[in-house]
């Protein structure tokens, strides 16, 4: 029972620093005062309606969506493909091939962040909300390959053969039984990727041009005292965003295990 | 029920010379076999003999380096396996986990012609059959081990194929459910006439459900013979090994006569052997001769036999209930040899180095090479 108390301390202390910046943040949201300081000033909601009449944030809220959501799609079916030929084929090169793909998962981002625009700027491509997708699909593929890849990986190889035994071809075989079975794997894999760009900061920072995303926009609002409760707000609504996403995904997560009652091992959440 | 062919059916598959390479692993060499229509057979040999392989060659999961496969008369070379007339339970049952029981069992139809009612009937008659009527809406997942076991069956046996290709469904379940579904398997069979094809290590459940069997070694066929010729006339000394347990005597063929061989066996003199016991055609010199525990009768005080009798002292005693098992040191054997006995009224089990006289009988021996 003694470690047990010395490490339930440990818990405590990690869980707080963790979360108590997280509960600070509606904290202040709500606060009637423009300064980030104990004691609160006051209940108010005027910094919700300000985020209503900003435009360059909606501009900027656009722009990340449209970037997250094409990400997690483009990202997501890349990762489908390169996952299913790394676990069922064997093709030359196939190591440093899968090595390559995996790389940026290690790199600094902003070696990324910089090679990719000094290239870009040599092609004398313009830069955009599309140079940003392609930089973010670069970095959230690796996720969804590692995701996907264990997906691929439990499934019993025989379900395919049986399909196939049984008269499908090996396309309605991917379509009936392949991709019904791997897609808490899918939806793992959109979700994180989605999460990934819409709060990925340096190659946005880089890549964007004019079009600023969410986390560029923000950044650049903390050179204005007053825009920090505003952000306080927009900080709030995008942490409940999250939450009800998470628990959206995990609820088909554990919606498909049970159908296909595999062991619940855990998942991300 | 109908009742089986004596007479052996046409062929509905045939090997001829069929080789298997996995890069310089040669999995399969030269298999020529055929297997008759309606019939029960099974390949039966040790883990790695590549068994399953050559079951894949005709299911089409595995493509075969050189020789022909034909399947009731057409070369299977350029049909996928979608396409060929066999159906498949897989040792894993491959059940699909995200579909109902019946979704299961009506995969292969959807394929096929026909209303949405029929193949409701034909899914139901299915279950039926494999005794899981009324489970069709159950989730797959949540079955046991022998009813995964029927939904794979009656999954693969809804189309009705040419031959359904069985490997080590049994090995997943208990012994006793285990010896339930051999004899439901064989009536299964008897019942729709497919032939089945089915893979083993198991020599007992082989000798107990099929018509014919081909025992492997190495990517070869050893011998392909009905359970009882293989039992009581093995052509090799690794045959007779693998299949239950048999007494080897180191021996030499002194002559070859009309009817078959003079032997002389160390230990047990000289026995006349008929042709037809020494199926590996010995051609004289040094050889052995195997005979099984069952073939050797302990004979009790006051009975006689007008068979050889050989004296000898007992050196272990494994009692199975109803039968014992004794090793029994000859004279003039060196190594004990196997026997066993029925335990019936009047029959003490023995002691450990009791002395007893042993009867056999020359024609229960067969001569290897
Ligand atoms: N895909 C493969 N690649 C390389 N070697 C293989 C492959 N599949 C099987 N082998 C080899 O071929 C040989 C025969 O395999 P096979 O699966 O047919 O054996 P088996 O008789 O079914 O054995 P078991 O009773 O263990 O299932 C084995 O030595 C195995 O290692
Ligand atoms: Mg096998």
Partial sequence: MKGGTGFRIYAMVYLVFLYAPIVLLPMFAFNNGIIIAFPLQGFTTQWFAALLDDPPLHDAVRNSLIIAVSVSILSTTLGVFAARASTRFNFPFKGPLMGLIMLPLVLPEIIVAVSLLVVLLGLGVSLNILTVILGHVLVCTPFCIAILTSAFQSLDRSLEEAAYDLGETPLSTFRLIILPLVMPGIVSALLISFTISLDEFIIAFFLAGTQATLPVYIFSQFRFPQAVPVIMALGTILVCLSILLLSIAEFFRRRGLARSGAKDTGGFL | ?369
């Fill in chain 2, 1 to 369: 029920m109908t009742e089986k062919p004596t007479m052996p059916g046409p062929t509905m598959i045939e090997f001829r010379d069929v080789q298997k390479y996995y890069g310089d692993y040669h999995a399969l060499r030269g298999i020529t076999a055929e297997i008759r229509a309606g019939e029960f057979f099974s390949l039966l040999g040790p883990s790695g003999c590549g068994k399953t392989t050559l079951l894949r060659t005709i299911a089409g999961f595995e493509s075969i380096s050189s020789g022909v496969v034909l399947i009731d008369g057409k070369d299977m070379a350029q049909v996928p396996a979608n396409q060929r007339p066999t159906n498949m339970v897989f040792q894993s049952y491959a059940i699909f986990p995200h579909l109902t029981v019946a979704e299961n069992v009506g995969f292969g139809l959807r394929r096929e012609a026909g209303s949405r009612e029929d193949k409701a009937r034909r899914v139901t008659e299915a279950l039926e059959m494999v005794g899981l009527k009324g489970y069709g809406a159950r989730a797959a997942h949540a079955l046991s081990g022998g009813q995964r076991q029927r939904v794979a069956l009656a999954r693969a046996l809804i189309l009705k194929p040419k031959v359904l290709l069985l490997d080590e469904p049994l090995s997943a379940l208990d012994k006793k459910m285990r010896e339930n579904m051999q004899v439901e398997l064989i009536k299964l069979q008897r019942q729709v006439g497919i032939t089945f094809i089915l893979v083993t290590h198991d020599q007992e459940e082989a000798l107990v459900m099929s018509d014919r069997i081909a025992v492997m070694f190495e990517g070869q066929i050893a011998q392909l013979d009905d359970p009882e010729t293989l039992y009581r006339r093995p052509k090799t000394r690794q045959v007779a090994d693998f299949i239950g347990t048999m007494n080897f005597l180191p021996a030499e063929v002194a002559a070859q006569t009309n009817e078959g061989y003079s032997v002389d066996v160390a230990g047990l003199g000289r026995c006349e052997i008929t042709e037809a016991q020494a199926p590996g055609a010995p051609t004289g010199g040094p050889a052995s001769v195997g005979f099984r525990p069952e073939t050797l009768t302990i004979l009790y005080e006051g009975q006689t036999t007008s068979d050889r009798v050989s004296e000898g002292t007992v050196e272990e005693v494994v009692y199975y209930g109803d039968m014992t098992y004794y090793d029994v040191k000859l004279d003039g054997i060196d190594t004990p040899v196997r026997l066993s006995m029925r335990n019936l009224p009047g029959r003490p089990v023995l002691d450990i180095r009791t002395r007893t006289r042993v009867s056999w009988s020359p024609g229960a021996l067969v001569l290897f090479r």
